[in-house]
């Protein structure tokens, strides 16, 4: 283990734990991931786990720039997997700087890597709620990065989520934020269709966005009344 790699492996178990997978450049032309990280990118772009090694006490895989592209469009795309990246600092060998962090719901931070992305993403936040007559009552907030569309949405709905199901499908969405506390039949509803969930705390999701969404939209109170 050169100087480098074992600057790396510092690096590496300075981090904390994360439910994505950590990209890291090794050199100006090559990139690795370690442990768990290093099986997801064996099996993804090389379809065996042999290409796995040892650096000291950890597993090792290491792809050029050309393959560091295949994975991230299959792992992001194909596998909705989270993605952290992180770039070698101008001028060193063995200091880290995080360079991006994406999801299926969020390319665009990829798009120097990933020159084309055929797919427009859309992230959406949902939460559920009852009506005066005991309905569900689902809002929904989506917005579309490539198209640069900022959406909100109210509606009733019934107990498999059936409308929500439809609206999905219709906007393609790829990522999804919930509460950590909604019903058990909406978990299982976007755990059929695919989309990567995000539980985030209730109180997340009690503020109202109105001050948000005028600010966005450069919009004053005085100009909506």
Not at 187 to 207: A, G, P, R, V, Y
Request: net charge negative; proline share 2%; hydrophobic share 40%.
């Amino acid at each position: 283990m050169n100087k480098e790699e074992q600057s790396l492996v510092q690096f590496y178990s300075k981090l904390g734990d994360t439910d994505c997978v950590r990209v890291f450049q090794k050199q100006e032309f090559e990139w690795a991931c370690l442990q768990a990280d290093a099986s997801t990118l064996a099996n993804i772009v090389y379809k065996t786990a042999s290409a796995v090694r040892k650096l000291g006490s950890l597993d090792l895989c290491t792809v050029n720039t050309t393959l560091l592209k295949q994975f991230l469009k299959d792992a992001l795309q194909t596998h909705g997997l989270r993605i952290e990246l992180y770039e070698l600092e101008t001028g060193s060998k063995s200091k880290w700087k995080p360079a991006l962090l994406a999801s299926p719901g969020n390319l665009q931070s990829l798009e120097r890597f990933l020159e084309v992305v055929h797919e427009n993403p859309v992230i959406m936040a949902c939460k559920v709620g009852n009506s005066a007559t005991g309905e569900k009552l689902v809002g929904v907030c989506f917005v579309d990065a490539e198209q640069q569309k900022l959406g909100v949405q109210q509606f009733s709905d019934n107990d498999m989520f059936s409308s929500l199901e439809s609206t999905l499908i219709q906007l393609g969405v790829k990522e999804i934020l919930v509460p950590e506390s909604a019903d058990t039949s909406l978990f299982q509803m976007l755990e059929k269709l695919d989309i990567l969930t995000t539980k985030m705390k209730s109180s997340n999701f009690n503020n109202s966005s109105e001050d948000d969404f005028l600010r966005l939209l450069n919009v004053s109170r005085m100009q909506c009344s």
